[in-house]
Each structure stands twice: as C-alpha cells, then as structure tokens.
C-alpha cells in the first residue's frame, strides 16, 4: 500500500489549522432556492464530507451583491443575513463533524448565464467572450456582450466582496476563499484579450492583476489578521479550458508575486493535472511556480485524487495540501478510504444529477 502518511498531518493556513492536507474543492452547484438561500440538502451535502474526513471544505461559489456577481439562476448569495444565517447552519453542521469550512466568494462578471438582479452583465471591457454558456448550469448559447466595468463600478465591486467576507466572518466560517479564476470578473480583468482597457486595470499583467490585489488587501483590512483568506488561481476557463498566460513565467511571476503581498494566507491553484509542466518552456508546474514566487502556503488541485499523486505533489515541495473535485463527489468519504485501504470509486458523470434536476456539484 503507497504510504499516504504525509496527506494526514496537521498543516496550517493563516490562522486556521487542519486535521489534514486533503481539502474538498469548491464546486458549482444549483441547488440553493431561487432566492439564494441555503437548503437542507446542501447541508447535508457539505456535512457528509466532513464524516468522510476531509480536513477542509470550501464552497461553491457564492455571489456577493444584488447587483452584476450572481452567476447561475439557483445560486446561493451571501448578501443578506437571512442568506447568511442559512449559511450558519452548513457551518455548524461541518464544525459539529470536525471539518473546517470556507466559503468561495465570486462576481461573475461577463460570464453569468442567470441573475435574477441583472439582465445584462459586467466585464473589463466591451467584448463578447468566447465559446458558449453551460448547458449543464441551465444555460444555453453565447454568452452576451458586457458593459464595460466604470471606475465607479470597480470601486462597488470591492466593496461587495469585503461585505460578503464579513458576513461570511460573522456567519462562522473559518475563512473566505476569492474566486480569482475560470475566467469570472476578476479573472477576466487578468485575462489579456478579455481586459483591452486603457487605465491602470488594463494593458500590463501588473494592471490586469491589480483588481484581484485590491480585492484581497480589502478584505485583509475589514476582517483583520485572524480570520484565513485566500484566492483561487487558474489559466484556464470555463468558456477557454486551454488558455495559457502569454508572458508565461513571467506572468506567473508578476501573478503570484503581487498576490503573495496582498495579505493572503494562501494560493489556490488549479489546472487540469496539477502535476504537469504549466509551460512548455519549463517543466515547473502552476503550483510550484505559485509556491515560489506567492512565499505564501499553496493549494494544488486538478485531477489528484489518485492518492500516490497526491502525496508526491506535496513531498516534492510544489505544495502544501490539496483540494479534489471529482475524486471528492465520487467518494464523499476519500479520506477515510484512503486511510484504510479501502478501494475507490470512480466519477460517474451521469450521477451529477439528482432526481430533482439539481446539480450535487462540478468543479467550475
């Protein structure tokens, strides 16, 4: 049996220390009510990770605003205390079970596809983005053109995420984790043909990151130095799974390193194997490079669920724990099984739907 030992330590990020390294990525679901409380089925569902062992548990996406931030129609929200006091009880319920829990706070931006605030959507820039809405998520064609994000709009934008991570403080969470990938708002503005803006939040990858900078020093200053946060960090996208940063370890760099400063206790990368070359300059993975230039703990995640990958990625110093998507949906209890042996299932992708039509969740 491969020895797993290493998966099992305590590790910490900021101020939240973990039974372990094996963490539950976060994963879209649909499964809130059309006014984006949480329900008893998703509490049972992040609870059942819990039982099943794994050290950490981060949500879904959750939208932060009234405004442009909701993504899919059926979508939870942080944005009121009723919907954060139906969160509390998901947390409750995972602490009770021994679980440490974040919530992943995301705007959108151009890339919603149902919000019941908004018709039209936000970007960067006034361009159309590429590819087509998931059909999975109840959507269906191209996605449509945004308005280009004011100065003032930006500023709104900030300030919905530092009041989602203080409503999701208070509500009880361990910590918040900022949806900086898969080519949502923030990510977009990171994304060269996405973003062709003209100001300081455009042309360099200094000022294409500069939104994500802002966002997590904000929210550093309004829920001071106890409470854990972290942002997730990706190339590819929903709507571009190949896409490649084009100034490669230099963006990867110019990345990490502003975002390493920005009072983040952690990076959470992912790809869609984690251990792969992110560049084909250079054998380094995302991870690794996050690792290096981020000076701060790092999260890997994409397609580890083989345990023997697992623990390699972290004995090799590329990072400190993981997350599973999949691997997590198919085995609600990896942790468990991994410890003792015990064989593991594998992903069924027809048995993301449940007899009410309401996603169990996806790794987006």
Do not use: C
């Amino acid at each position: 049996m491969t020895n797993t030992k290493t998966l099992f330590e305590n590790v910490t990020l900021g101020n939240t220390t973990l039974a372990n390294r094996v963490g539950v990525a976060p994963m879209t679901r649909i499964s809130a009510t059309s006014e984006g409380l949480v329900t008893d089925q998703m509490v049972s569902y992040y609870t059942s990770f819990a039982r099943g062992g794994f050290g950490l548990i981060i949500t879904e996406g959750t939208y932060i605003d009234d405004n442009y931030s909701q993504t899919y129609f059926d979508q939870p929200g942080i944005v009121s205390d009723e919907q954060a006091q139906a969160w509390k009880k998901v947390v409750d319920s995972v602490h009770q079970a021994g679980a440490k829990i974040f919530m992943q706070l995301q705007h959108s931006g151009f890339l919603s596809q149902g919000n019941r605030f908004r018709q039209e959507t936000l970007g960067p820039s006034a361009i159309q983005p590429i590819g087509e809405q998931l059909t999975m998520y109840l959507g269906k064609g191209p996605f449509s053109t945004p308005k280009e994000a004011t100065k003032e709009e930006i500023t709104e934008v900030v300030a919905s995420f530092v009041n989602a991570a203080k409503r999701a403080q208070l509500a009880g969470f361990d910590g918040i984790e900022i949806h900086g990938a898969n080519g949502y708002l923030l990510d977009g503005f990171l994304t060269d043909y996405a973003n062709q803006r003209t100001d300081e939040y455009g042309g360099s990858t200094e000022n294409r990151v500069r939104l994500s900078v802002e966002v997590s020093k904000a929210i550093r200053e309004a829920v001071g130095k106890d409470f854990t946060i972290g942002i997730r960090i990706s190339q590819a996208k929903v709507n571009d799974n190949t896409h490649k940063w084009a100034g490669k370890e230099q963006d990867a760099e110019i990345i990490f390193g502003q975002l390493g400063q920005a009072g983040l206790d952690y990076l959470h990368v992912t790809e869609y194997e984690a251990w792969k070359p992110a560049f084909e300059t250079s054998s380094a993975s995302l991870a690794s490079l996050a690792k290096r230039h981020g000076k701060v703990p790092v999260i890997a995640n994409g397609h580890l669920e083989d345990s023997e990958r697992a623990r390699k990625i972290i004995e090799n110093g590329e990072a400190d724990m993981v997350t599973l998507g999949k691997g997590a949906l198919a085995n609600h209890d990896w942790v468990t099984k991994v410890k003792n042996g015990e064989p593991l299932a594998a992903f069924k992708p027809e048995e993301i739907l449940s007899p009410n039509a309401k996603l169990k969740g996806l790794e987006v």
